[in-house]
């Protein structure tokens, strides 16, 4: 248990915290500050005033509206830092600033508010990024879900850096970081209610650090990208409609965990559409995978890394895996609903 | 009604729209970029890339969640454009890209999402500034409400502007752009189902532009606020706190439109109290209120700019009203949740 927030003898978020008075701002003074405390918050202007970037800025946004609010390996504060420095570090931009919208339902135990806003600083700070400005709104009971929030990242570029899918060849390398679908997991069995013998823990991690070590040693990556929602089947499969280019998987290099392919047969699901919160697919020349490779090895969050397919020139739009018994199978991406509310 | 959208069959948001599948990438290609066409977002990379800028970088964050989602005078999308430009503009910056995250409510009618955000196209276009990235989410029926928008704007402080409260000095003159309560009233009367002899519009713009005149003709300005939630009263109790000053306002020198002085009779609201999404108060030394008045009223936002208070040493983090009969009383700020979901 975490100490109870100071903001205010309250123990729910009331409307009254999101009208832009007294009392929105004692929720802002002795809740969100009290725990992002930083220059650009404390100043408590309508805009965060950062310094001239050397380079090119990246911008992202992403909603986090997971379900449940706290998981095994991470929470919604958690996951809305890692998430959104992904989104940058997939640029090859270094993060440097974060900022927070939060939109809470009326009711939301202030307790729980608290744990997450410390969760969301305790993740920022150990990426080494701040979150300089946020915005809170209420919105009345059963028409929000505990909290959203929405996290925007702006990055700096480093002179040089040039990725994107429009530079990923036929014949690329397609490296994943490590194992896939341990975040979609992690949220579905504790969604369902379903306890393994070993309890899946998401992969929620920042990257960017992983990230700038891969390009320090392989300054020619083609591109990075993270699989999240849709999994690494989505993935793969916007490339190769973008690209006009075939993608072949090997489906024994591609890194599973046994508990993730137990819960995903139980579950129904397909390991390679689920959510993953701290892995990265890159695509890079065959000549330099080798660096590639053992850049990311030597990296905790990139142990795992393997090569797990090429790039073909076709057929242009299709993923396909080949089994370990000389088959192949196609790997589409979902059309459907199956994993609502992952990130 | 505006053409429907092409993007899928469906004629509401499904969860599916959210999950990161096939039908996710058919509601991004077929509406939102659609409408809020432009490089960045057709790269459909997970960060945007922007130029290195000139000078310092200004971020700003908020929510919308505006109740109704269409109003006199705007709706949920020109608002979140509006908004979040004018939080870039009071930090004395030029907007320079603007992301957007979505957070559906299953069941919400596409044609009414097509309505927005053609109209945060407009609004961006109307304002030359693009939409450079976005997300959307898609929560489950009974835990959202239509839509919310979270906007990121992300701006450029030109060289040798230095805005804050910091600056705000005893003696100089509070000037208000234009009327005030005029976005509250407009809401608020569309939500009480109030018909007025005359209809009040909201106020809700864009004020970069006036900000440039305003800052071109006085460099020495020292603050700039946008009075929205809990109106001009919470911001200047804000300021008077933050800079432990007196704030005096004339009620006879405060443009209040007759509707709207009637409207808030009638729903027991003070203008005072009512948000403004396109209204602006600056504080600036006495020896420059004359130039600075003359720039503002030669812009069509600043057309009924007038001095509506100073600032003194004392009483301490008090704001004040003069009233017309020599008498003063104390304006205070919202404790309560008089105006839920105004912006």
Known sequence: MSTPPRATPAERIELAHGAGGRRMTELIDGLFKRHLSNAWLERGEDSAVLARPDGRIAATT????????????????????????????????????????????EGLALAELDRIVASMAAAAVAAGVAVVGGDTKVVERGKGDGVFITTTGVGEIPP???????????????????????????????????????EIVSDSAPLHELVARMLQRVPGLHALRDPTRGGLAATLNEIAV?????????????????GVNAACELLGLDPLHVANEGKLVAFCPPDAAEALLAAMRAHPLGRDAAVAGTVAAGPPGLVELETGFGGRRVVDWLAGDQLPRIC
Chains 1, 2 share one sequence.
Do not use: C, K, Q, W
């Open 62 to 105: 992403d909603g986090y509206v997971i379900d449940p609010l706290v998981f095994p390996g991470g929470d919604i504060g958690s996951l809305a830092v890692h998430g959104t420095i992904n989104d940058l570090a997939m640029a090859g931009a270094r993060p440097f600033a974060l900022t927070a919208g939060f939109i809470l339902e």
């Open 160 to 198: 040089g850096v040039e990725l994107g899918v429009e530079r990923i060849a036929v014949g690329d390398v397609v490296v994943v970081s490590g194992t896939v679908g341990d975040h979609g997991v992690a949220v579905m069995s504790r969604r369902a209610g379903i306890a393994f013998e070993t």
């Open 242 to 258: 973008a690209r006009g280019v075939g993608i072949t998987l090997r489906a024994d290099r591609l890194p599973v965990r046994d």
